[in-house]
């Protein structure tokens, strides 16, 4: 605050010379009054000359201007408006003429935000956005506002203000383009009679507590797990219809049936040791009780078989 203060004092010393420029063809006319006034005051044998052409040269140099491209520069005769003069070399009457303003046409960036903040549900939110706006009527900047550059600034904090206490939560964090676009046209009408028209506006970041955001964490959290067990679901369901056109195949197939308890067996007992239990109903209706039997002595017998001691 401190720091903001005394810029902000520095600033509003240094106005009065802002508008103060040299540029060449000034600084030639003030070395050529001061050379002329110098070289008679040698000849003549007077300082007078010199106090004279040094003097001169001060008020000419007051009078040629240089605009930069972009620039435009408002100018008062005795305090009335008489035009815009730029881009480049133009002249005005010392004294009697003055430039109040130096008006940038390019477009500028102005950073600006909204601090706590309460959306239409009541959440406070912190918002950062970028607004890129530029001037397209010099005349209007500078005589229908007093700091365009802060007036801009300042509708622009307002306007997202507005568009955020108007808003719930979730449209601001998913319809952001929407948002920009409100924000966008929001700005516009305020800045258009000042000249102003606005680019475009984009938001950077929204930051919402701490505990809402645990809270949307574990909502979304819950959201997937509801999503994957509906999932899962669908697909025991699929996988039922599938076990029900596969019945009615083995149905009017016994030879099939039968192989496939054959596969099932085989899968089952390829590991060494392995354990297989089966409901007794599929032994009735698929036929396994020989293959159960016929693997259950081929179970044994290597079982046997690698429990014999070695003979040496």
């Known amino acids: 605050m401190i720091v903001s203060a005394i810029a902000e004092g520095a600033k509003k010393e240094m106005q009065p010379f802002q508008h103060l420029r040299i540029n060449v063809v000034s600084a030639f006319i003030g070395i050529v009054a001061f050379g002329a006034g110098l070289w008679l005051a040698i000849v003549k044998d007077n300082p007078l000359y010199l106090l004279a052409g040094l003097t001169l040269g001060l008020i000419l140099m007051q009078s040629p201007k240089v605009a930069k491209q972009w620039e435009k520069a408002v100018i008062l005769r005795l305090g009335k408006f008489t035009g815009l003069n730029g881009p480049g070399l133009f002249w005005i009457v010392p004294f009697i003429d003055t430039i109040s303003n130096w008006i940038d046409q390019r477009v500028i960036t102005t950073s600006f935000a909204a601090e706590q903040t309460l959306t239409r549900d009541t959440v406070p939110v912190n918002v950062d956005a970028v607004l890129f706006w530029m001037v397209y009527d010099a ?6 506002v007093q700091e365009y550059r802060d007036a801009v600034s300042w509708a622009a904090q307002t306007a997202l203000r507005v568009i955020i206490g108007r808003t719930n939560l979730q449209d601001l964090l998913r319809g952001r383009e929407r948002i920009e676009e409100e924000l966008q046209k ?9 000249g102003v028209t606005v680019q475009s506006v984009e938001m950077r ?3 919402i507590p701490d505990a809402l955001q645990d809270a949307m964490s574990r909502e979304a959290q819950a959201a997937r797990e509801k999503q994957a067990r509906i999932i899962l679901s669908e697909a025991e369901v699929e996988i039922a219809k599938l076990y029900q056109e596969a019945s009615l195949s083995y149905q009017q197939n016994p ?3 039968h192989l496939r308890a054959m596969n099932m067996l085989y899968e089952g007992l390829k590991e060494k040791g392995a354990l297989m239990l089966v409901p007794s109903t599929a032994v009735e ?3 396994m009780g020989g293959l159960l039997g016929a693997a259950a002595l081929r179970q044994g017998q290597l079982t046997g078989e690698n429990s014999k001691p070695e003979v040496k």
């Open 139 to 144: 005349e209007k900047a500078a005589l229908e």
């Open 255 to 257: 030879t099939a049936l």
């Open 186 to 194: 929001l700005i516009d009408q305020r800045s258009n009679p000042w």
């Open 205 to 207: 970041d929204v930051v």
């Open 285 to 287: 209706s698929m036929g």
